[in-house]
């Protein structure tokens, strides 16, 4: 049986943007609760050498659309990095999930050999596009939600292995 491109990434993608909305609402709900500032958890990091909460999630976002966009041979939408709010933060995946639910199967099946390039901080990487997929941008989303959850459990908000599986 043959993987569809389309099938292992989009729905991927929303699923994990999903959770990582619900992830942050109850970030937030944790910081009205406690009286805590937000930009506490905004702003924190689990080693000074990492990336805080607001970049991990604009790098969700950011991994989400680009992946999408290179396997289905279109331009991504471009956003700014500006977020420094919850609702903001909740904002960029949503805008993310609408606009991965444009793409359709035919833009992406039939891209496993196709060549996919992607600028690093450092480098321009190559791929064909079912490794890419499986080798770099999907383990990329997992590792930056995983960031996202873990700096806020780090934190004291209340979040368990079931809020970063989400609903099954």
Known sequence: MTISMYQASIPTFTRHLNIL??????????AEAKKIDPTV?????????MFALAKQVQIVSDTSKGASARLAQVEPPSYEDTETTFPQLIERAKKTIAWLETLKPEQ??????REVSWKTRTATKTMKGQPYLFQHALPNLFFHVSMVYAILRHN????????????L
């Open 156 to 167: 004291g908000v209340e979040l368990g292995k079931g809020d970063y599986l989400g609903k």
């Open 41 to 49: 958890f905004i702003n924190s990091r689990l080693a000074p050498d």
């Open 108 to 113: 992406i099946d039939g891209g496993e050999e």
């Open 21 to 30: 909305v619900d992830i942050l609402t109850k970030g937030a709900a944790h």
